[in-house]
Nanobody
Framework: QVQLVESGGGLVQAGGSLILSCAVS????????MGWYRQAPGKQRELVAV???????NYAESVKGRFTISRDYAKNTVYLQMNSLKREDTAVYYC??????????????????WGQGTQVTVSS
């Protein structure tokens, strides 16, 4: 079984910064892509940033130049550094990861899992 545990959300004033972390645990063989998504009230979940197994990032246009995604391969952790936060960044942020793990009976199985979500609130 694979679990993703997020941390780092909270309340911050506009213009401020936060860093989110998401640790992947379980009998992991390898992790491919990792990413962050967000969902604001009344809106659909949207991509914020993703990073490939090789470390190449991609960002939503709305966060380019303000957010930075990174990963620690040894810790199976992905981070999202958020700077110059705006009110419109307010949302529940979810991390996602996909890869392979040791499943039941030792078989190699693929996974694509989500974290529980962490609230980010930006006040004016």
């Amino acid at each position: 079984q694979v679990q993703l545990v997020e941390s780092g959300g909270g309340l911050v004033q506009a213009g401020g910064s936060l860093i989110l972390s998401c640790a992947v645990s379980g009998s992991i063989f390898s992790i491919n892509g990792m990413g962050w998504y967000r969902q604001a009230p009344g809106k659909q979940r949207e991509l914020v940033a993703v990073i490939t197994s090789g470390g190449s990032p991609n960002y939503a246009e709305s966060v380019k130049g303000r957010f930075t995604i990174s990963r620690d391969y040894a810790k199976n952790t992905v981070y999202l550094q958020m700077n110059s936060l705006k009110r419109e960044d307010t949302a529940v942020y979810y991390c996602n990861a996909d890869g392979y793990y040791r499943g039941r009976y030792g078989a190699t199985e693929n996974f694509s899992s989500w974290g529980q979500g962490t609230q980010v609130t930006v006040s004016s």
